[in-house]
T-cell receptor
Framework: EPEVTQTPSHQVTQMGQEVILRCVPI?????FYWYRQILGQKVEFLVSFYNNEISEKSEIFDDQFSVERPDGSNFTLKIRSTKLEDSAMYFC???????????FGPGTRLTVL | KQEVTQIPAALSVPEGENLVLNCSFTDSAIYNLQWFRQDPGKGLTSLLL?????REQTSGRLNASLDKSSGRSTLYIAASQPGDSATYLCAVSGSARQLTFGSGTQLTVLP
């Protein structure tokens, strides 16, 4: 059964550094999402992506964040200058339709020191 | 703004017991509701999806119901097993497709 994969599983970085989190969605998915979960808190929506552009973004997704699908398979989340409060688990998700079941990857744990 | 609440926050039951997890949401204009399972430090596994036009969905020992007008959903787990121990998350999708999550119910099934 196809799965969403994410790399790396754990990323440690210094405050102010750029990080790129990578996701390989399921091949027939058309809608892609990034969510994050700060330790002990709810899973929060960051951004959705469809047809090679952002379709929705939350207030969390400020100018420090960007997403792209550079080669038609990978889906990346870039944080330009990390802050301590960016430390969280970041989940990639995808769906084959706009309002149907979303399938999540295993997550990347980002630790900002 | 949609708010999702899950009660109880934690639940501990002996093996074999049937149990119900509750989820409520403030805005009834949802497209669907999805139940997930999350094991410690792991990703989210989709358990069931209920479309807004549906009343319930079943998968094995799991049954989820949806009452959109009252903003409530329940997840019923029959004959619980220690392997069911995990955090169960409820999430709703509105017109903008993104999921809004509850805080989850941490379930422990004791052998």
């Amino acid at each position: 059964e196809p799965e969403v994969t994410q790399t790396p599983s754990h990323q440690v970085t210094q405050m102010g550094q750029e990080v790129i989190l990578r996701c390989v969605p399921i091949s027939n998915h058309l809608y892609f999402y990034w969510y994050r979960q700060i330790l002990g808190q709810k899973v929060e929506f960051l951004v959705s992506f469809y047809n090679n552009e952002i379709s929705e973004k939350s207030e969390i997704f400020d100018d420090q964040f960007s997403v792209e699908r550079p080669d038609g398979s990978n889906f990346t989340l870039k944080i330009r200058s990390t802050k301590l409060e960016d430390s969280a688990m970041y989940f990639c998700a995808g769906s084959s339709g706009g309002a149907i079941e979303q399938f999540f990857g295993p997550g990347t744990r980002l630790t900002v020191l | 703004k949609q708010e999702v609440t899950q009660i109880p926050a934690a639940l501990s039951v002996p093996e074999g017991e049937n149990l119900v997890l509750n989820c409520s949401f403030t805005d009834s204009a949802i497209y669907n509701l999805q139940w997930f399972r999350q094991d410690p430090g792991k990703g989210l596994t989709s358990l069931l999806l209920i479309q807004s036009s549906q009343r319930e969905q079943t998968s094995g020992r799991l049954n989820a119901s949806l009452d959109k007008s009252s903003g409530r959903s329940t997840l019923y787990i029959a004959a619980s097993q220690p392997g069911d121990s995990a955090t169960y998350l409820c999430a709703v999708s509105g017109s903008a497709r993104q999921l809004t999550f509850g805080s989850g119910t941490q379930l422990t099934v004791l052998p």
